[in-house]
């Protein structure tokens, strides 16, 4: 009986520590760590890119990292970039090399079902453009045919490409894949290809930092659309939802008109809600596991949504993609950049 009872009580000892083991969630790993490994690009000009003049990771993706620590660590500070490529991202976020991954990365359903991530809220509409060089005389994606094109490895484009010749019926056209977009870049002067094709926003950044823009021209057609998400490891809904309110937080403050500047007066503010979403005297962090105080550090850190796509994208910068009139505007401008309801 001794020896049963013995047997039994291991039994349920291991079923509790299997249990406690499967229910731990990648927040309290960051939390205890101290550090946000966040996976994002260093060559894509605008969203992740680093600095070499300044030595430092700039871009609307670096600053969605920086959130993200701001937001769980109370310090933007404390993140490690992990540099990941269109064909390493997934693998990173799964193998734990990584606690979230922001890499210009289109959502599609497929890589939900098949992958095992989980995408979190859209924070940059997009669509699959060509850049040719503009003493090719190529005007149009039809003048094309029989060409060859060059993009990433791992990424949505090579597909979207070999639909749009099957459609077409070109038979002579065909797909070079390359690294990541700065081996992409070098293959379209080099003349190993004769269009690039990826994101419009990554082919009009890298011609605007090239010496001279107007050798390159972006073609007026959009073979398909790209909306960009972060993304995490599926099945952790505490780290998941963390984010997702932590997105949708800098949606809202832009809304609220809450930015850098001006974030200490709204704290003082006597309208209920912006108290609460400040939390100040309580907020929306224990729902979380996170302090209530949580989007005013996200926003202490790198500002509202607005004031992140000015910095990295906006008419002060060399790849200036103007919202107005775009999915990328606030819903009450007319565009899509939307957070759900906080009370």
């Known amino acids: 009986m001794k020896l049963i009872k013995l047997l039994t009580a291991g039994v349920f000892a291991g079923l509790a520590l299997t249990a406690g083991q499967a229910s731990a969630s ?11 490994n966040c996976g994002t690009d260093n060559t894509a000009p605008g969203f992740g890119y680093l600095n070499t003049t300044t030595g430092q990771m700039e871009g609307l993706d670096v600053d969605f990292c920086r959130a993200v620590a701001a937001a769980v660590l109370g310090d933007a500070s404390k993140v490690k970039f992990v540099t990941v490529t269109d064909k390493s991202r997934f693998d990173a976020v799964l193998t734990n090399q ?3 991954v922001f890499a210009h990365t ?8 098949s992958i095992a ?28 045919d029989g060409a060859t094109f060059c993009t990433t490895q791992g990424s949505v484009t090579e597909t979207v490409l ?11 056209s065909k797909v070079l894949t390359y690294e990541n977009l700065e081996k992409l870049f070098a293959a379209l002067n080099s003349g190993r290809c004769n269009a690039m094709s990826t994101d ?12 001279k823009p107007t050798d390159y021209l972006i073609l007026p057609d959009t073979l398909d659309k790209s909306p960009f998400g972060g993304f995490v490891a599926a099945n952790d809904s505490k780290w998941r939802n963390a984010l997702r309110w932590i997105t949708y937080g ?9 930015t850098q500047a001006n974030l200490e007066e709204k704290q003082k503010s006597e309208d209920p809600f912006v108290q609460k979403f400040l939390g100040v005297g309580g907020g929306y962090g ?40 775009t999915p990328n505007a606030l819903w009450t401008q007319g565009g899509a950049i939307y957070s759900p309801l906080w009370n």
Do not use: C, H
């Open 250 to 258: 800098l949606f809202q403050a832009e809304e609220s008109e809450i």
């Open 98 to 100: 990584v606690d979230v």
């Open 286 to 325: 224990k729902d979380f596991g996170l302090s209530d105080d949580f989007v005013a550090q996200a926003i202490k850190a790198v500002g509202n949504y607005g004031e992140i796509y000015d910095r990295n994208l906006g008419p002060d910068t060399s790849m200036f993609l103007d919202r107005k009139g």
């Open 26 to 36: 990648v927040l309290d790993t960051v939390k205890q760590r101290g550090t946000l």
């Open 162 to 172: 070999t639909s749009a010749f099957k459609a077409r019926g070109w038979e002579g």
């Open 106 to 113: 289109t959502m599609k359903p497929a890589r939900e079902s």
């Open 117 to 144: 991530i989980d995408f979190l809220p859209i924070n940059f509409y997009d669509g699959t453009g060509i850049m040719v060089k503009t003493d090719s005389g190529v005007k149009e994606f039809a003048d094309l």
């Open 200 to 211: 419009k926003s990554a082919l009009a950044a890298w011609a605007g930092n090239s010496p």
